[in-house]
C-alpha cells in the first residue's frame, strides 16, 4: 500500500522518559511534517522538513527534535517526556508539485 | 497572526439534506485554502482545495466556495449520508515554501438516518 505510516499506534510512557516515533511515506514525497492534536482536537504543525530545510514551529520546545534518516522517513524524539506531552501525533507528507498534505494515522502518546 | 474560525463545534443534520460549513479567517487571504475530513482515531484526509482566484470548487457531492472579501469559505455536502458523518477541519496556507498548513479545529457533522 502507498501511504503514510507510523510506529507505533499507542505509546504510554512515564514522566521524564525519552522516546521516539517513527514515520515513513512510500508516496515519493520531499517534504514531511509533524503535527500535534491535543484533547480539544486542535491540530497543529511542530515541524516541516525537506532535505534541505527545517522549520521549526516557534512553539514547539526544544526537547522535541526531528530525525530524518532519507528522505522517506521522518522521526520524532522527545526527550524528558511531560505530563503536557499526551496527545496524538501525525506524520504527514506532500509533494512539492502540490498543496495537499497526507496524514498518517496517527501515534496516541499517553505520559503518566 | 491568522486565526480560524470554523463557526460550529458541531452540526447534526438529517440524511439528504445539504450540510453547510463555514470557515472564516481574521487576517491576510491565503494563496490556498482546503477542507480535510478526520475520521475518530484517524488521522486527517484531503478532501478539496480552491484557490484565492477561484470562486468556487466541485467534486461529486462536495462544493467549496471562497470569499476572500468576506474572508470566508463555505464547503457543502450535497444529498448527505451518515457516512459523510465525520470532522471536517478547514485549512489554510501559513506562506513559505514548504507550504505549512494552520488548521482550525474542525465542526463535527453527524447525519442521522
Known amino acids: 500500500d502507498t501511504a503514510v505510516s507510523q510506529t507505533p499506534k499507542y505509546l504510554v510512557t512515564q514522566m521524564g522518559n525519552d522516546k521516539s516515533i517513527k514515520c515513513e511515506q512510500n508516496l515519493g514525497h520531499d517534504t514531511m511534517y509533524w503535527y500535534k492534536q491535543d484533547s480539544k482536537k486542535f491540530l497543529k504543525i511542530m515541524f516541516s522538513?525537506?532535505?534541505?530545510?527545517?522549520?521549526i514551529n516557534e512553539t514547539v520546545p526544544n526537547r522535541f527534535s526531528p530525525k530524518s534518516p532519507d528522505k522517506a522517513h521522518l522521526n520524532l524524539h522527545i526527550n524528558s517526556l511531560e505530563l503536557g506531552d499526551s496527545a496524538v501525533y501525525f506524520c504527514a507528507s506532500r509533494s512539492s508539485g502540490a498543496f495537499e498534505q497526507y496524514f498518517g494515522p496517527g501515534t496516541r502518546l499517553t505520559v503518566t | 497572526s491568522q486565526k480560524i474560525e470554523q463557526n460550529s463545534e458541531a452540526l447534526n443534520i438529517q440524511e439528504g439534506k445539504t450540510a453547510t460549513l463555514t470557515c472564516n479567517y481574521t487576517?491576510?487571504?491565503?494563496?490556498?485554502l482546503q477542507w480535510y475530513r478526520q475520521d475518530p482515531g484517524r488521522g486527517p484526509v484531503f478532501l478539496l482545495l480552491i484557490r484565492e482566484n477561484e470562486k468556487e470548487k466541485r467534486k461529486e457531492r462536495l462544493k467549496v466556495t471562497f470569499d476572500t472579501t468576506l474572508k470566508q469559505s463555505l464547503f457543502h455536502i450535497t444529498a448527505s449520508q451518515p457516512a459523510d458523518s465525520a470532522t471536517y477541519l478547514c485549512a489554510l496556507n501559513k506562506g513559505g515554501s514548504q507550504g505549512n498548513l494552520i488548521f482550525g479545529k474542525g465542526t463535527k457533522l453527524s447525519v442521522k438516518p
Open positions: 522538513y525537506n532535505n534541505k530545510e527545517l522549520i
Open positions: 487576517n491576510y487571504s491565503p494563496a490556498y
